[in-house]
T-cell receptor
Framework: AQSVTQLDSHVSVSEGTPVLLRCNYS??????LFWYVQHPNKGLQLLLK??????LVKGINGFEAEFKKSETSFHLTKPSAHMSDAAEYFC????????????FGSGTRLSIRP | GAGVSQSPRYKVAKRGQDVALRCDPI?????LFWYQQALGQGPEFLTY????????KSGLPSDRFFAERPEGSVSTLKIQRTQQEDSAVYLC????????????????FGSGTRLTVV
């Protein structure tokens, strides 16, 4: 079975400070892991993906995530937050199985304080 | 097209009315998914098509929900006798490979249809 848990429903940081959005997953098979961002009234945009290559994955807009198998985590980070980063972020797991589904976390709303 | 297109962008329906939501996936994409996203929650799986075949409809909440993709391209999600709990954003996603294959390429999502049942 697959599942994904986003540990924080809301994260607030000041502009220019680091961002950490936490994600833990559970998967019976080797998973692919993704982070998507959703701005208000916009569609889901792919930020980055892990597919069993390098464990540190770099994405768009300065975001990166590290796959840690021992911790079953895939936390999203950014060194310096920008006002435009304010959005909803979803951690997603997909397993390589014919019965796989795209499983979304419940989302983390990121707010940026001026 | 360049992306996944969904229409209408917004739909207001009176309770009991039938609605049809359209998804135009990226041309040539084999896989097509429908998701339901309630306010403040993550998207929940509804159904999956591989070309024209509906291989998984385990997420459809009731028999009022029906989806089709007759020619393996455009898909329609139909909701009969809408109820207030159907109010949500309905998202469509497509990918080049079949489910379980090509997941490394990720999935492209449309902007969704926001359905409000009054």
């Amino acid at each position: 079975a697959q599942s994904v848990t986003q540990l924080d429903s809301h994260v607030s940081v000041s502009e220019g400070t680091p961002v950490l959005l936490r994600c833990n997953y559970s998967s019976s098979y080797s998973p692919s892991l993704f982070w998507y961002v959703q701005h208000p009234n916009k569609g889901l945009q792919l930020l980055l993906k892990y597919t069993s290559a390098a464990t540190l994955v770099k994405g768009i807009n300065g975001f990166e995530a590290e796959f840690k198998k021992s911790e079953t985590s895939f936390h999203l980070t950014k060194p310096s937050a920008h006002m435009s980063d304010a959005a909803e972020y979803f951690c997603v797991v997909i397993s390589y199985s014919s019965a796989s589904k795209i499983i979304f976390g419940s989302g983390t709303r990121l707010s940026i304080r001026p | 097209g360049a992306g996944v297109s969904q229409s209408p962008r917004y739909k207001v329906a009176k309770r009991g009315q039938d609605v049809a939501l359209r998804c135009d996936p990226i041309s040539g994409h084999v896989s097509l998914f429908w998701y339901q996203q309630a306010l403040g929650q993550g998207p929940e799986f509804l159904t999956y098509f591989q070309n024209e075949a509906q291989l998984d409809k385990s997420g459809l909440p009731s028999d009022r929900f029906f989806a089709e993709r007759p020619e393996g391209s455009v898909s329609t999600l139909k909701i009969q006798r809408t109820q207030q709990e159907d109010s949500a954003v309905y998202l469509c996603a497509s990918s080049r490979g079949a489910r379980g294959q090509g997941a490394s390429g990720g999935y492209t999502f449309g902007s969704g249809t926001r359905l409000t049942v009054v």
